[in-house]
């Protein structure tokens, strides 16, 4: 890499993940290729969110939190769904992310897709583990598949927790008309997910968290988020959580509707997400390259961790997890994803 000694940083934030996700590595292809964002979702993510069960959810989300730490990442903001074991799945996400050592802000994404009892299931979950003190946020699918009123209930229970609300935001097309529908109803502590075909004065308050690598994945189209007045947070939507990764993708991508962007842009971006889970700041992540400067990072591979240290002890040296056993973490998640696949 270089011969410079190693440089330190605050821990990397993913502002916008899906823990539930890292399972499907593998999965059996969907009885019909999609050919839409639409399509994507019906025969992808919401054949595979009904089929979880919490021993799932616990291992998916360890795994994730271990290539999380792996990649210099001590913080995660995660929107859960799982419709068929909504009961206690964000605490089995907070307590596996904790397992590993890595901070996480979960959020269940409530929705009118399972009726009016899923909807209720999906917010009485965001209120019980609010309630119980647990860190995170209330977590809306998206506005195109739920009616007015679950929207209107998800915010009102947002704001009486002081919790914020999670949402996905116009990240395909069939969502265009739904920052309209929220716009009454956003804080600046919302987070918008993706909003690549918001429109640039869309009135919505809040934080827009961008993930180049899934809009490209989904053939969405581009956020240009440079073009918001509103903060922006980088995010990975399920693909990992390597933030030096999403960076880079978010600086070449800027640069291809701009010529004259720079990589301080994007990692401004990346800072965000300090603001949005404060504790990573105090994270010390000393890496394998220095400078740790954007202009730098943005144009070298194998940038990667060698220690993490957060709240004084150390969680990850030499490669590898300090609380956890790694093998034996993915071992486990090769077993449920084994199950997971063959419910599929």
């Known amino acids: 890499m270089t011969g410079a000694a190693a440089a330190a940083t605050s821990g990397m934030v993913c502002a916008h993940h899906h823990l539930y996700s890292v399972l499907a ?33 616990r291992w998916s989300a360890m795994l994730g939190a271990l290539e999380a730490l792996e990649s210099g990442t001590t913080g995660i903001i995660d929107h859960h769904e799982s419709p068929n074991a909504v009961e206690g799945s964000l605490s089995v996400v907070a307590e596996a992310c904790a397992e590993v050592g890595v901070r996480v802000r979960p959020c269940y994404g409530v929705t009118d897709r399972h009726g009016p009892d ?30 007015d009123g679950t929207l209107e209930e998800a915010a009102a229970l947002a704001e009486e927790l002081g919790a914020g609300v999670h949402i996905h935001a116009a990240e395909g097309p069939d969502d265009r008309d739904g920052p309209g529908r929220i716009e009454h109803l956003t804080a600046d502590d919302w987070l918008l997910g993706h909003c690549v075909h918001m429109d640039t004065e869309h009135g919505l308050r809040g934080t827009v968290l961008h993930n180049p690598r899934s809009n490209l994945n989904n053939s969405v189209g581009y956020a240009d988020p440079a073009r918001f007045t509103n903060p922006v947070a980088l995010g990975t939507d399920g693909i990992g959580a390597n933030m030096i990764e999403s960076f880079r993708l978010a600086y070449v991508m800027h640069r291809s509707v701009d010529v004259t962007a720079t990589p301080e842009t994007a990692w401004g971006w990346l800072e965000t997400g300090w603001d949005l889970i404060p504790e990573c700041r105090s994270d010390r992540v000393t890496w394998n390259y220095s400078p740790m400067d954007p202009w730098h990072i943005a144009f070298t591979a194998g940038v990667r961790p060698l220690e993490i240290e957060m709240d004084g002890e150390v969680v990850f040296r030499d490669g590898a997890p300090t609380r956890v056993d790694a093998a034996e973490v993915r071992a486990k998640a090769a077993e449920q994803a084994a199950r997971l696949h063959a419910r599929l």
């Open 25 to 57: 590595r593998g999965m059996p292809a969907p009885p019909e290729t999609p050919t839409s964002f639409l399509g994507i979702l019906e025969q992808i993510w919401w054949r595979l969110d009904t089929a979880l069960d919490l021993e799932m959810i």
């Open 118 to 147: 899923g909807a209720r299931r999906g917010l009485d979950e965001n209120r019980r583990f609010l309630s119980e003190g647990g860190k995170g946020m209330v977590g809306i699918h998206a506005a195109f598949t739920c009616g």
